[in-house]
């Protein structure tokens, strides 16, 4: 354990820890626009400086080691006017239409700035423009609205491992792009989405379905696959309108394309919601009872006729543990024959 | 022919192909010199034979191609050859003894060399850079042995540290300090690194070195390793300099024919080898964080140190990241001794330094001075004062990083210390000399162009700062210049060199914070009185025609690209100020003065 001073007060954190890390888990709030938990620090959004005792110049926190001794502080009128000049050339270069934006009330970089109380802004200039619409059909990407903090890059890199985006360019032309500026094909989990604290990245599905305010949030789980990954749906009225997922499920907050975007079949006018049953090469809705009374005559009529290796059995990844477990007790132990098997072995 | 070679006279004759000499046809000079020798060889009986060389940059480029004939002690120098004029010299002076008056070099020649101190161009320039043979002769790779034969790694640490040399990539960190550090690094594998991305826009003395010495470079990398611990190094070059490129991969390949370089070096147990890794062109590639990004495959970005890269460099391992200039020395050091070497320059700042000297100076080119040396002896002395009777304003030091010095600093000793006392930093080399005709605020929006296309984006007062920095700047120039620019200008550099990153966002306002302290009047003439003080501005430089001197020629009437001038003949003409785009050329075209520019 490593004992330092952050503001006066005097905290004990782990080896390794960083200073930022140290401060926060004692509630001392530094902001950060770059910083992820669980991404490696970037060190670029200049947020974080802090002054140490014995650095002539102020050094991020987040990616400055904790070590025995040290004395931070967190805030001074120099430190808070760096980060208030930083916050203004951000939204110096930003199209700063909260109004209309997906992400209103929910983003970082505007919740700085109401902080901050930047309502003028002694700098102005150029903005970037860009014309171009990514073709993609899950994600938005409004890159004007992108403060390039990276945490879009490093997520697809370190966590999703796909690195289908990266910087390019130099000075205030760099942006965040895939190769070639092509439109964006890759997995397209969304995790991106999930990281960028602006409304650079949002779900295409989401564009003008409601503000935040207006929805009740729903915790579940997915029923894509066995994963369980813990869903937030987002409804509004009686309708799913965004899907996320908090950090502090068994996922992490991460998501694959199916669960942060597929819920579009939940309102579907195709989906099914009741068994069907063939009559004369024609489906005919039927209630759960008669359906299964049926499947159950028709295994019974076939184990009595040919014997229980007449019937297989194969189960989906889609189902739980627990589910595949009863299914293949149910083949082995009432059928009575080893022919189970599941769809993930193809 | 009746003699042995080895009993004939040797002439020597030096051809220029450096960088400076290749573009000026250093090559066809000596395709003309093999030519012209080997005709008359065959018809006319020579009493000697001749070598003809190829020598690295001598540093007077302004002159090239420049080409030495060395017949026993005495050496005659011509300037500006040409292929035709090989022949001539061949026959007039070679075979005649009489040489070629009107192309020998002129007295500026040697004024240019009197106050320089050559160390490290003194091969650079005289040996033949593509044999290893060459750099043999003249004492090279005996550092390399002598210290695997008699020193420890921490006897050359000492060494190099007694000897005071200071990094010249820019920052004047001590070398032997730096090796130290990265000597008690844990670690079993690390790495050397020379560092010749050169970046700063009109900077060459690295490319020079590498050109005309690059078993320099080598064997100080060479002595960096045994001295840190390291086996393998890398060269990190940048693209843009093809023919350093093609001399250091033909080095290095020589280098492993004659087991310069590979395993069990010179009889002992130390094996060194050495990769090069070309960059792609980006100025913040040079600095060492982001260099070590690009050698690993990723993009160029700086990241926050500590980790220091002694500690964790490339592939996480202890590396030293050296300069050109810096491991060029470390072999004389070897050779001649830390206190010969710590004799050159001041207190603090000691051996020589190699700059390359441009602008409006009369001797334009690559000297070497001592360290100590005052800014005004390398202007008056070495570089001949300004061009034409215009009067000096400033010298740029350090280029996007650094600053500019003004008349009545002309006293300050190129020393770490004094040159950053005045705002400016001793920088890797580029110094740029500026007269009267050169706007101030210009000259800051110049470098701030510069830092801004190159900030590697990562962070946001660099990204964005800098381009507002340079957006107050272009208006200033355009006269479109706000009460209050100058001190925002002033909070922004401040903050920008504070909250900065690495050393790119950290220097970048330097340029204009240095002209803010010495010409702050010329931003307050641009703002306030939408004038430019050295008439460099177009857009603030109004053009009338003086009625009483005008003769009505109206040879300013046709030379005006925009129609902007009217008048009958033999009478006043006149400017229409609302047409005239600023382009001076009536100004230019008017034999009688009167067209009035202010
Ligand atoms: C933006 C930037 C560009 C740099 N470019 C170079 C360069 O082109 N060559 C160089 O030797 N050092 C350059 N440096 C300095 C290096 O980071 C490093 O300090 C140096 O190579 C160390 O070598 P030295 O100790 O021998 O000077 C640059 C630094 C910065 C911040
Ligand atoms: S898109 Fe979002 S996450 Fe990515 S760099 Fe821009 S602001 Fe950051
Ligand atoms: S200071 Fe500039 S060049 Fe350096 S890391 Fe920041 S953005 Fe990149």
């Known amino acids: 354990m490593i004992k330092l001073m952050i503001d006066g007060k005097t905290l004990s954190v782990p080896d390794g820890t960083t200073v930022l890390d140290a401060a926060r888990r004692f509630h001392i709030n530094i902001p950060t626009l770059c910083h992820h938990p669980k991404l490696t620090p970037f060190g670029g959004c200049r947020l974080c400086l802090v002054e140490i005792k014995g650095i002539p110049r102020p050094v991020t926190s987040c990616t400055t080691p904790a070590a025995e001794g040290m004395e931070v ?152 696959c066995g994963c369980g990954c813990s869903l937030t749906l987002h409804v509004q009225g009686n309708e799913v309108i965004r899907v996320t997922s908090r950090e502090d499920t068994l996922n992490e907050g991460w998501l694959c394309v199916k669960g942060r975007f597929g819920y579009n079949f939940i309102n579907s006018p195709e989906r099914l919601k009741k068994p069907l049953i063939r ?25 009595d006729k040919y014997g229980p290796n007449a019937i297989a059995g194969l189960s989906s990844a889609r189902c739980t543990n627990e589910e595949n477990y009863l299914f293949q007790k149910f083949i082995r132990g009432v059928i009575g024959t080893n022919n189970v098997d599941h769809c993930a072995r193809y | 022919m009746a003699q042995s070679d080895e009993t004939k006279k040797k002439v020597v004759v030096r051809v220029c192909i450096g960088t400076g000499g290749l573009a000026a046809g250093g090559k066809e000079v000596i395709e003309a010199f093999k030519k012209a020798i080997s005709d008359f060889c065959v018809d006319i009986e020579l009493d000697f034979t001749c070598h003809y060389q190829k020598v690295g940059c001598r540093g007077f480029c302004a002159r090239d191609v420049l080409v030495d004939v060395v017949d026993g002690d005495t050496s005659v120098t011509y300037q500006g050859i040409k292929p035709d004029i090989a022949k001539r010299i061949v026959q007039e002076h070679l075979i005649n003894g009489q040489p070629v008056k009107e192309w020998l070099i002129d007295d500026s020649y040697y004024s240019f060399h009197s106050k320089q101190m050559k160390v490290l161009l003194k091969d650079c320039g005289t040996i033949d850079p593509e044999d290893i043979q060459a750099y043999s002769k003249v004492g090279g790779y005996t550092g390399i042995r002598k210290i695997l034969s008699t020193m420890t790694p921490e006897d050359v640490i000492a060494e190099i540290k007694a000897s005071g040399i200071r990094g010249r990539g820019g920052a004047g960190f001590p070398t032997g300090v730096k090796w130290e550090a990265c000597r008690k690094a844990q670690g079993d594998v690390k790495y050397i690194v020379c560092n010749a991305d050169e970046g700063d826009p009109g900077a060459f003395m690295d490319r020079s070195i590498i050109e005309g010495n690059p078993h320099s470079v080598i064997e100080g990398m060479m002595i960096a390793a045994y001295a840190i611990g390291a086996g393998l190094g890398y060269v990190y070059i940048r693209a843009e300099y093809p023919a350093a490129v093609e001399r250091l991969k033909l080095a290095i390949a020589q280098a492993h024919e004659t087991g310069h370089l590979g395993k069990g070096l010179f009889g002992s147990d130390f094996s060194f080898d050495l990769r090069i890794k070309l960059g792609a062109g980006a100025f913040v590639c040079g600095e ?49 001794g830390a206190s010969w070497y710590s004799s050159i320059g001041t207190d603090k700042s000691k051996g020589t330094k190699v700059f390359a000297l441009t602008g409006k100076i009369r001797n334009t ?32 030091l350090g280029g996007p990083s650094g600053g500019c010095i003004p008349d009545h600093l002309l006293d300050t000793p190129v020393t770490y210390e004094d040159i950053v006392r005045t705002g400016a930093i001793v920088g890797s ?29 990562k962070c946001v007062p ?29 909070a922004l550099c401040s903050d920008i060199k504070v909250a900065s ?98």
């Open chain 1, 73 to 224: 502080t967190t805030t001074s009128p120099n430190l808070e006017s760096l980060r208030k000049t930083v916050l203004e050339l951000i939204l110096s270069d930003h199209p700063n239409d909260c109004m209309i934006c997906e992400r209103a009330g929910d983003c970082t970089l505007q919740e700085l700035a109401y902080f901050y109380g930047i309502r003028k802004n002694r700098f102005s200039g150029e903005r970037r423009t860009y014309s171009k619409r990514d073709g993609n059909p899950f994600i938005e990407r409004d890159m004007e609205k992108c403060i390039l903090c990276g945490r879009c890059v490093k997520v697809c890199d370190e966590v999703e491992g796909v690195a289908a985006i990266d910087f390019a360019y130099r000075g205030f032309k760099s942006k965040i792009c895939p190769p070639y500026e092509k439109d964006l094909n890759c997995e397209f989990c969304g995790q991106c989405v999930a990281v960028c604290p602006t409304g650079a990245l949002t779900g295409k599905a989401w564009k003008q379905r409601g503000r935040q305010k207006d929805v009740r949030e729903v915790d579940t789980t997915c029923a894509y």
């Open chain 1, 279 to 303: 009559k004369d090469g024609k489906l005919e809705e039927a209630s759960w009872e008669t359906a299964l009374d049926y499947v159950a005559g028709r295994l019974k009529d076939v184990r």
């Open chain 2, 288 to 336: 060492e964080t982001a260099l070590i990004a690009s050698i690993e495959g990723e993009r160029g970005m700086p990241r926050a140190k500590p980790p220091f890269p002694v500690h964790r460099g490339l592939w996480g391992r202890p590396t030293v990241i050296n300069n050109v200039e810096t491991l060029s020395n470390i072999p004389y050091i070897i050779r001649n």
């Open chain 2, 365 to 396: 080119g690559l000297i070497e001075v001592p360290m100590g040396i005052r800014l005004g002896e390398i202007i008056y002395d070495i570089g001949g004062g300004i061009i034409g009777d215009k009067k000096f304003k400033a010298v740029q």
């Open chain 2, 429 to 457: 080399g580029g110094m740029v000399v500026l007269d009267e005709t050169d706007c101030m605020v210009n000259i800051a929006k110049f470098f701030l162009e510069f830092t801004q296309a190159e900030s590697c984006g």
């Open chain 2, 462 to 490: 660099c990204r964005i700062g800098t381009k507002r920095l340079l957006e107050i700047l272009d208006r200033i120039t355009r006269g479109l210049g706000k009460e209050g620019d100058i001190e925002l200008l002033e």
């Open chain 2, 501 to 598: 990153l690495c050393g790119l966002g950290q220097t970048a306002p330097n340029p204009v914070l240095s002209t803010l302290k010495y010409f702050r009047h010329e931003y307050e003439a641009h703002i306030k009185d939408k004038k430019c003080p050295a008439k460099a501005c177009k857009d603030l430089l109004i053009y009338s025609i003086l009625e009483d001197i005008c003769k009505g020629c109206g040879v300013c009437k046709r030379a005006c690209p925009a129609g902007a001038i009217s008048g009958d003949k033999k009478k006043p003409h006149k400017i229409n100020a609302d047409l005239c785009i600023r382009c001076g050329a009536c100004f230019d075209v008017c034999k009688f003065n009167s067209v009035n520019r202010e």
